[in-house]
C-alpha cells in the first residue's frame, strides 16, 4: 500500500474550521442532523442511479439502502454509516477539502456582513459536513464510490489546517464516518442521548435509520399522506428539513390532483427572504420526485424563475425514471407540471389576500419583489399576478397598502385610468408639485417606490382595461373626471399676462423645455415639468442615463 496522502484544506475551509472548532455555540448536536442528512443525499443519489440508469453497474448493488448509527461510549466513538453513492478519491478532496456547496458558503457571506464573529451564524446557516470538528478531535472517512471499478479511501483530520488521504482494503459500497469525541463531548456517545437526538433529526429521512440495529425514525413521506394525516408541527419540521432552512415556514400548500397529471405537492412559503440578505441569487429548491424517489433535487425549469424562493416537494407518478435530468429539464410533462403547481400556488396567494390580509401583506412586503420580476417577465401568469400587486397610494396611510381592485373600487364613475407616481419616499412624493391637483379632486394615486415598478407599469399595461398612467403626463384632463373641491384660490392672471409670463419663462429655459404654458393641474406650487413623452417617465430617463454611462 501507498504511504497517506497529505493535502492543506482550501484558504476558506481553514476559515470556516477556525470558527467551529473555537465556536461558543451551545447547540453542538446539529452535527448528528448534518451527518444524517449527507448520508441521506447520497443515498437518494444512489437510488436514483439504480432507477434511472437500467444498465449502471453498481458496486455491491443489492446493499439494503438503510443509514446505520453506532456508538462505542467507553471510547467515546460515533459511526455514521451509509450505503449510498460514495467518494471517489478525486471527490474527497472535492467535496471535504473545499467548499464549493451551499451552507457554508451561506455561512461564510453572512459572516463577510456581519463584519464579527458570531457564534448564532452556525446555527441560522448550517456549515454541514464542518460542524462536526465541534466536537471531534478527530474524524475518519472511509469510502467506496458506486463506481465498479475503483479503490476504498479513508480520508482523516483533526480539523486544524490539513487533512490526508490513505488508500484502504475492504470496504463496502458508501461513507462510513467515525468520530472519535474531543473528552468534554463524550456523552454524545451514550446510548440514549444518540437516539434521542437521531429520533429529533431524522424523522422525515425516506430511509431507515437505525441506532444499534433499531429503526428510529417513523414519518416518511408527508407529502403523500392526507391533509388531516399530519399535525401542523410535522410540516413545519419537514421544511426545516427539506429545505435545509432555519426559519419558520410562513404557510404552505398541499395538495394532490389526479388529472391531467397524478401530483402530490407540498409546497411552502419561507419567512425570510434570503436574497434580501445579500445572498445572490437564490437557486430552485422544490424537489422532484416519483413515488418518493428523489429525481432531481433542484430541477430548473418546474417553476417559473420569479417562484425560486419556493420550498417543498412535487412528486409525480407520471414521471419516467429513466430520463437524464437535462431531457427532463425540457420535456412537455415539466412544462405540464410547471403550469398546474404554478396556477395553485397563486390561487393560494389570492385566498391568502381574501382570507388572511396580514399574512398575505407581510409576505408581499418580503417577497413582493418577486411578484414584481414576475409581471415583467412572465406573460402567461400577468393577470393572475396583477391582482397580488399592492401599493401604498394617496387613499392609504403610510405602511399600509391597496390592490389595484381596491383602487377601481374607489375611483369616481369618469375615472379610466390608474395613476401613479414614482419617489424615493411618501414624503418626496406627497412634497412635490405633481400630486396636488389629484389630491385638490379627490383621485387617488398609487405611490411606487422601487425601480421595478415603473418596468412593472409599463409591461403590464393595464389592470382590468384601465391604463397605468404616471401622474407627471401632460396630457391627464383632471377636470373632465372629478372639479375639484378647494375653490377657494386666488384671482387668475389676465390671459395676455400669463401668456407674457410663459414666453418669458421659455426663453429663459432655451432648447431645456419643449412648451411653457399655464395649467390648472397646480394648487399650492408655482411650475412643475411635466412629460411630454408617455413611453418613458422622467425616472426612467434617469435610469437610462445612468445604464448608458
Ligand atoms: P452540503 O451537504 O450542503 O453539500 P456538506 O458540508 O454537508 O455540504 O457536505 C459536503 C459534500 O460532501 C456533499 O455535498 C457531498 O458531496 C459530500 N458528502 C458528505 N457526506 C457524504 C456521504 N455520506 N456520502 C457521499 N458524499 C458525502
Ligand atoms: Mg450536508
Known amino acids: 500500500t501507498q504511504a497517506p496522502e497529505r493535502h492543506e484544506f482550501q484558504a476558506e475551509v481553514k476559515q470556516v474550521l477556525d470558527i467551529v472548532v473555537h465556536s461558543l455555540y451551545t447547540d453542538k448536536e446539529i452535527f448528528v442532523r448534518e451527518l444524517v442528512s449527507n448520508a441521506s443525499d447520497a443515498t437518494e443519489k444512489l437510488r436514483h442511479t439504480q432507477v434511472a440508469e437500467k444498465d449502471a453497474d453498481i458496486f455491491d448493488a443489492d446493499l439494503d439502502l438503510e443509514i446505520q448509527v453506532t456508538s462505542d461510549e467507553e471510547a467515546g466513538e460515533i459511526t455514521i454509516r451509509d450505503f449510498g453513492i460514495g467518494m471517489t478519491h478525486d471527490e474527497l478532496i472535492e467535496n471535504l477539502g473545499t467548499i464549493a456547496h451551499s451552507g457554508s458558503k451561506a455561512f461564510l457571506n453572512a459572516l463577510k456582513e456581519s463584519g464579527e464573529r458570531n457564534d448564532n451564524l452556525i446555527g441560522q446557516f448550517g456549515v454541514g459536513f464542518y460542524s462536526v470538528f ?3 478531535d478527530s474524524v475518519k472517512v472511509y469510502t467506496r464510490s458506486w463506481k465498479k471499478e475503483g479503490e476504498c479511501y479513508c480520508w482523516s483530520s483533526d480539523g486544524s489546517g490539513a487533512y490526508e488521504i490513505e488508500q484502504v482494503e475492504g470496504e ?14 463524550k456523552d454524545f456517545a451514550k446510548k440514549n ?3 434521542e437526538i437521531i429520533k429529533k433529526y ?12 433499531e429503526k428510529l425514525n417513523t414519518i416518511g413521506a408527508i407529502w403523500l399522506k392526507n391533509k388531516s394525516d399530519v399535525s401542523d408541527d410535522e410540516y413545519k419540521e419537514f421544511y426545516k428539513f427539506q429545505a435545509k432552512a432555519f426559519d419558520e415556514p410562513r404557510f404552505w400548500l398541499h395538495f394532490n390532483a389526479d388529472a391531467p397529471l397524478e401530483i402530490n405537492a407540498l409546497l411552502y412559503a419561507p419567512t425570510e427572504n434570503m436574497e434580501g440578505f445579500g445572498f445572490g441569487r437564490m437557486e430552485p429548491g422544490v424537489g422532484l420526485y416519483c413515488r418518493k424517489v428523489l429525481i432531481d433535487s433542484e430541477p430548473k425549469n418546474l417553476l417559473p424563475d420569479w417562484l425560486r424562493f419556493v420550498r417543498g416537494v412535487v412528486d409525480s407518478a407520471d414521471l419516467p425514471l429513466n430520463i437524464s435530468r437535462e431531457s427532463m429539464q425540457d420535456s412537455s410533462l415539466i412544462q405540464k407540471l410547471n403550469k398546474v403547481i404554478t396556477k395553485r400556488f397563486l390561487k393560494t396567494l389570492e385566498e391568502k389576500a381574501k382570507k388572511e390580509p396580514e399574512v398575505y401583506n407581510d409576505f408581499w412586503s418580503s417577497f413582493g419583489l418577486f411578484l414584481k420580476e414576475g409581471v415583467t417577465t412572465d406573460f402567461t401568469h400577468r393577470d393572475q399576478l396583477l391582482k397580488l400587486l399592492r401599493y401604498e397610494s394617496s387613499y392609504t396611510e403610510a405602511g399600509t397598502t391597496t390592490s389595484l381592485a381596491d383602487y377601481l373600487s374607489r375611483a369616481p364613475e369618469g375615472q379610466k385610468e390608474i395613476y401613479y407616481l414614482f419617489g424615493p419616499s411618501r414624503e418626496a412624493i406627497e412634497s412635490g408639485p405633481y400630486i396636488e391637483a389629484f389630491k385638490a379632486r379627490n383621485i387617488e394615486v398609487l405611490y411606487l417606490y422601487e425601480p421595478i415598478d415603473e418596468f412593472v407599469m409599463n409591461h403590464a399595461r393595464a389592470f382590468e382595461e384601465k391604463n397605468f398612467v404616471s401622474a407627471d403626463n401632460d396630457d391627464i384632463d383632471l377636470d373632465a373626471i372629478a372639479p375639484e373641491t378647494d375653490t377657494d384660490k386666488g384671482e387668475a392672471l389676465e390671459a395676455s399676462a400669463s401668456e407674457a ?31 411630454a413623452d408617455k413611453m418613458m417617465t422622467a425616472q426612467m430617463r434617469k435610469m437610462m442615463k445612468a445604464m448608458q454611462q
Open 134 to 136: 465541534m466536537v471531534a
Open 172 to 185: 463496502r459500497r458508501g461513507t462510513r464516518i467515525v468520530i472519535s469525541l474531543k473528552d468534554e463531548y
Open 193 to 195: 442521548r444518540i437516539e
Open 202 to 213: 431524522s424523522a422525515f429521512v425516506q430511509f431507515p435509520v437505525k441506532v444499534d440495529g
Open 501 to 531: 409670463l410663459c414666453s418669458f419663462i421659455k426663453e429663459k429655459l432655451g432648447d431645456e423645455v419643449s412648451e411653457v404654458s399655464a395649467s390648472d393641474r397646480l394648487v399650492g406650487s408655482p411650475a412643475m415639468i411635466v412629460n
